[in-house]
């Protein structure tokens, strides 16, 4: 979820207007979906060759240009070159975008020789009879950087591996079949989202592209235009800044043939619907005024259920430290921070993990509280829980008996708000009651986190797997946080299937899937337990094994901010010596 521009609104009809749109304006919006249109005729002429050829430059110019996306990007949220937290915009920026066009290019390079892009890659099955495709690690160096993790894709109950197979690559087996021009309404709260949402439309749906981008992201255009400038100068994407006027224009535009956008249900619905007594009109008539489709991606209340099981004092450091991590990281302004913390009320280390997260959740750096609106969202929770926990910037919401959880349950707080609710039981019968918590409690679809040590995971056999069927979310991270589905380019990232324009929750489609499968249900991410050298065979009780004291996004991390930059530039040029350096700074967290 973010705050994307919301349209304005006639007061008379409550249909959305466009008044404030100069005419200068409108004709240069014009221009540009003109432009656009040809250019879906250059991008239905390449050949997948030509594209990959295209991709590379666009890599090229992206790792040129990832510098100064960095640092506007920190600038932007108040983060100097000394903040510890910088290292977030190299990995959430330029790190994702380049991982993106790594793995499209990998993809279409097997379409372009004949092969499957499912080739060479393990697919078998999970639990309900569906088809799991094992998407992350697929190189060398992510087995090495980031050994401990896996990811998977499941598909929707029915598809067959040999099914998975034959729609693998989607819109790219039928290259010269034009989609039209898309308008991607770009997110403004991570600056990869809306040239990942681009590279999407482009990729999956032959469809030219033009971003909008959220005025919190004005900074980033010049940026934008650089690292993307291979696709602009063939008419493939375009890119606009401006506020509600261009956005109800734009969403209107015969010219454009689908809309997505990162932001909130409330402006999806008022994109769809319209506002006021004319949207509830639309609505009980089942007539959108939005006349073509949409996806979206619109967030969610993210549970973090924490499986009761004997966990050492550093367990319950690092596992703390981590949940900080998932509400904390970008100041807590992300769709898929973590909001909602399920321990067992009969844990009898809840006290003890309830104190380590205290202290994490404190000591993690202070920042800039930065995007628009976040104060008066704390201000809904101090209200709704006003003997909370004020730590600093943030707050701490323990829900005791007698409280009412439903604010924390049902408001996506975009900001630094955590909370922690108990549901009974111990073992088999905690799961199944958090899954059961986090389904029918909890706003949205978007991701789910599970915290689970080895000696417990292994005792609930195969109903640990079941339980994970059972959550209804579209990423999944056990022992990790579903960001990292974000930033892994093979895994898919949306809601979990089923929502309608009528009933939207955390949105509808996917993107990302640099794979390019069709009918996909969830990405699970499964990560080590415990960090290096705890991860260690002889003392991880059965755990992954994972080179990495600290992963680089922690906020707890003394290092984060090198190894992340590091890692970013490894992956734009290569090179053995900067690697090295890096990993002797990650060894250092």
């Not at 004949?114 to 890659?121: K, V």
């Not at 929502?499 to 939207?504: E, F, Q, R, W």
Request: glycine fraction near 12%; include cysteine.
């Amino acid at each position: 979820m973010t705050s994307a521009s919301t349209p304005p609104v006639s007061p008379a009809t409550g249909a959305v207007t466009g008044s404030e749109l100069g005419e200068t304006e409108r004709v240069r919006l014009d221009a540009a979906i003109d432009e656009l249109q040809t250019g879906t005729r250059t991008w239905a002429a390449l050949t997948l060759a030509q594209r990959i050829t295209l991709l590379r430059a666009v890599r090229t110019s992206v790792a040129a240009a990832a510098e100064d996306w960095a640092t506007t990007a920190a600038a932007s949220k108040g983060l100097d070159d000394r903040h510890p937290l910088r290292g977030e915009e190299w990995l959430s920026g330029p790190y994702s975008a380049l991982g993106a066009l790594d793995a499209y290019i990998e993809t279409l390079s097997r379409l372009a020789h004949g092969r499957n892009p499912l080739d060479g890659i393990r697919v078998d099955r999970a639990p309900g009879g569906r088809t799991r495709v094992h998407a992350f690690p697929l190189t060398g160096i992510d087995r090495l950087l980031l050994s401990g993790y896996t990811g998977e894709v499941w598909l929707e109950p029915g598809v067959t591996p040999g099914a998975a197979r034959a729609s693998a690559g989607l819109a790219q087996r039928t290259p010269a079949a034009s989609g039209g021009v898309g308008l991607v309404l770009g997110a403004g709260n991570v600056t990869s989202i809306p040239v990942l949402d681009v590279l999407y439309e482009l990729l999956a749906h032959n469809r030219t592209a033009l971003l909008k981008v959220n005025p919190t992201q004005d900074a980033l255009v010049p940026v934008y235009k650089r690292a993307f400038a291979p696709l602009i100068g063939p008419g493939l994407l375009r890119i606009v800044r401006g506020g509600p006027a261009v956005g109800e224009h734009l969403t209107a535009h015969p010219g454009i043939s689908h809309v997505h956008i990162t932001g909130s249900a409330a402006t999806f619905d008022a994109i769809v619907w319209g506002r006021g007594a004319a949207a509830t009109r639309r609505r009980r008539e089942n007539r959108p005024q939005l006349k073509k489709p949409i996806t979206a991606e619109l967030g969610g209340v993210s549970p973090i259920i924490v499986v009761p099981g004997d966990w050492t004092d550093a367990d319950l450091a690092y596992q703390a430290e981590h949940v900080a991590t998932m509400r904390l990281q970008n100041c807590g302004h992300n769709c898929i921070a973590g909001q909602v913390v399920i321990i067992s009320a009969d844990w009898a280390q809840a006290d003890a993990f309830r104190a380590a997260l205290r202290r994490a959740y404190a000591n993690a750096p202070e920042r800039l509280t930065w995007y628009p609106g976040s104060s008066s969202r704390m201000d809904l929770a101090t209200d709704a829980y006003p003997d909370a926990l004020v730590l600093g910037d943030r707050l701490l919401v323990e829900i005791g008996d007698g409280d009412d959880p439903t604010a924390l349950q049902r408001t996506e707080y975009f900001a630094p708000v955590l909370g922690v609710v108990t549901v009974p039981g111990t073992g088999q019968e905690f799961l199944d009651g958090a899954v059961a918590y986090a389904n029918e409690n909890l706003q949205g679809t978007l991701g789910a986190n599970l915290l689970i040590d080895p000696a417990t995971e292994k005792s609930l056999g195969p109903a640990f797997e079941r339980a994970i069927a059972a959550l209804r979310y579209g990423s999944i991270a056990i022992n990790g946080w579903t960001a990292f589905g974000f930033i892994t380019p093979t895994l898919t990232w949306g809601a979990f299937p089923g929502s309608t324009i009528a009933d939207v929750g955390s949105g509808i489609g996917v993107v990302h899937n640099a794979l390019l499968l069709d009918r996909v249900e969830r990405s699970v991410i499964r990560g080590p337990f415990r960090p290096f050298p705890r991860s260690l065979p002889l003392v991880n009780g059965g755990g992954r094994m994972s080179i990495l004291p600290k992963p680089p996004w922690f906020v707890s991390s003394r290092t984060g901010a090198a190894v992340s930059e590091g890692l970013t530039r490894h992956r734009a040029t290569g090179g053995v010596g900067g690697l090295l350096a890096t990993l002797t700074r990650a060894l250092r967290a």
